[in-house]
């Protein structure tokens, strides 16, 4: 009669520590996952912040003054090129120009 009660003891015993260890894990990883919603939570704001800080960065009113500022200047439409086709022919007539007036760059 005594057989079964250390047995059913040392069950319930054994069933309590496997329950604390589950109960334990389950904490951990909630405070894991806690701490990685959190990180995620932080970098969004960071994303956003940084979005408008480049924003801010790009606006062209800001940009302008700088470049000047340097020596730039907005670009001619000399510049400008529509197609590659039409950029080549335009090389080979500045060319065509520099070897004609004996110009050197």
């Known amino acids: ?3 079964p009660i250390v047995g059913a003891f040392a069950l319930a015993l054994a069933s309590a520590f496997l329950l604390y260890g589950i109960n334990y894990d ?3 990883f909630e405070n894991r996952l806690r701490d990685q919603a959190r990180a995620i939570e932080d970098a969004r ?5 940084l979005k ?5 960065l790009g606006r062209p009113e800001r940009i302008e003054p700088l470049a ?3 020596g730039l200047q907005p670009a001619t439409e000399r510049q400008l090129v529509g197609a590659p086709e039409e950029a080549i022919a335009r ?8 070897v004609s007036t004996g110009a050197v760059d």
């Open 91 to 98: 090389a080979a007539q500045s060319e065509a120009a520099t």
């Open 68 to 70: 000047r500022a340097q």
């Open 45 to 49: 704001r960071d994303i956003a912040v």
């Open 52 to 56: 408008a800080e480049r924003a801010h």
């Open 26 to 28: 389950t904490r951990h």
């Open 1 to 3: 009669m005594r057989m």
